[in-house]
């Protein structure tokens, strides 16, 4: 038996990713329940890259929220484990026979504006985040324009206008984003010719056909009370990164809502069921899809405790007269493509005013047809990152 490899990360790294994990589950399964009638994809883990840059010019009672909410000791801590994370997991592992990977950081602030010294340390040493000064109070439009292409530009062109219109004024004097994009290609791709037209289930009772894709007879399969898990792994590079698509599949038709629930209610649910064994299947069937979605996060954090309003970002930069930078809103869009070949995502978040086939001894087939609505993640395995989390009730025909 093939099992999921493990390698050896730091103590501090490890548990503090978990409790990133945890704050991720409790957003996941927010959104998600927030967005029964929609396919939904996003990054939790960007979202708090960006709300840990954020946390490195507040204070005070602010400060202290942050913190609380991505569970950290202190913005040293904070800065560490991002720092961490940039150059552990979130390179490119292209040129050494790895996925795609791409995840950057930028700040557009306005000419007035001066960042103070000790979080320009952090913006440059930290995060590497890009630092553009810029005109907001007479060129508002442009600078949106500006950051829009370059997110963009960052997402292989899978990611436009991140900031709609109307989301940058002349009163904004601060906006921070970042963006992460990855492209997979699978261990195993499907053979294009076996794809064909299949039915698949909506949660109103309806179908509708759209194609499915289809693979070998083993597959990293696992069956739980009430769904099913499947791992398809990407192509591994030479560094011991794992990345891996998963896909939680209910028994019901219906059974999505139910799932979805389990994240935020059971503490380690997904890593508490992975497959980590190949096993021979016998129906197995994979639909095609592309998702894009797109949503602003300020509410939904709210709903989880931390609150946007009046939050004190004094230590973030010097402003003229009497201003004071604040929280407006926080965008995020997230988008991925499966097929034959492997996996596309890319997801943006941005906050304004701021191997081997084995022998195997299971004697019953383990069916896995993903015709009905499901859960699903892309995951770095040795660390337990999850870059993506998603939800698909109705996959496009085209």
């Not at 995060?127 to 508002?140: M, S």
């Not at 629930?261 to 129906?283: A, I, N, T």
């Not at 407006?328 to 997801?347: D, L, P, R, W």
């Not at 609505?373 to 892309?378: A, D, G, K, S």
Request: with cysteine.
């Amino acid at each position: 038996m093939k099992k999921t490899p493990q390698a050896s990360y730091s103590r501090v790294f490890c548990d503090t990713m978990k409790s990133h994990t945890a704050r991720s589950m409790e957003i996941s399964e927010r959104l998600l329940s927030n967005e029964e009638e929609h396919n939904v994809v996003f990054s939790p883990l960007s979202i708090q890259m960006l709300l840990s840059l954020i946390a490195a010019g507040s204070k005070g009672s602010t400060q202290d929220q942050f913190l609380g909410f991505l569970n950290s000791k202190s913005k040293d801590d904070l800065c560490s484990f991002s720092s961490d994370l940039t150059s552990s997991i979130l390179f490119d592992g292209t040129s050494i026979g790895g996925p795609c990977l791409c995840f950057s950081n930028g700040v557009w602030i306005d000419k007035s504006v001066t960042l103070k010294p000790s979080v320009k340390h952090v913006v440059d040493n930290f995060y590497k985040a890009a630092l553009e000064l810029v005109d907001f109070r007479t060129e508002p439009d442009e600078v949106r324009y500006q950051i829009n292409l370059w997110a963009e530009k960052e997402t292989k062109g899978l990611i436009k206008d991140i900031l709609p219109v109307g989301s940058v004024d002349l009163l904004t004097r601060l906006v921070l984003a970042n963006a992460l994009y990855f492209k997979g290609v699978w261990n195993k791709k499907f053979d294009a010719s076996s794809t064909k037209d299949r039915e698949f289930h909506l949660l109103n009772g309806s179908s509708v056909y759209v194609p499915f894709m289809t693979n070998s007879k083993n597959q990293f399969v696992k069956v739980f009370d009430g769904f099913k898990v499947l791992r398809l792994p990407y192509r591994q590079g030479q560094d011991k990164r794992r990345f891996s698509l998963y896909i939680f599949l209910p028994d019901a038709r219906d059974g999505l809502p139910a799932l979805v629930r389990k994240l935020g209610s059971e503490y380690g649910f997904l890593d508490l069921h992975l497959p980590d064994e190949l096993v021979e299947v016998g129906d197995f069937w994979i639909p095609k899809f592309k998702v894009s979605f797109q949503f602003e996060a300020s509410k939904l954090l709210k709903e989880l405790g931390l609150v946007l309003e009046g939050a004190d970002l004094t230590e973030m930069a010097n402003c003229t007269g009497e201003e004071k930078l604040k929280i407006s809103a926080i965008y995020h869009k997230g988008f991925i493509e499966v097929n034959e070949e492997g996996t596309k995502a890319a997801a943006v978040s941005s906050s304004g005013d701021m191997g081997c086939c084995l022998m195997t001894i299971e004697i019953q087939r383990i069916d896995f047809v993903a015709d009905h609505p499901f859960l699903f993640v892309i995951r770095e395995d040795i660390t337990g990152a999850y870059l993506f989390v998603g939800q698909l009730l109705n996959p496009p025909s085209d």
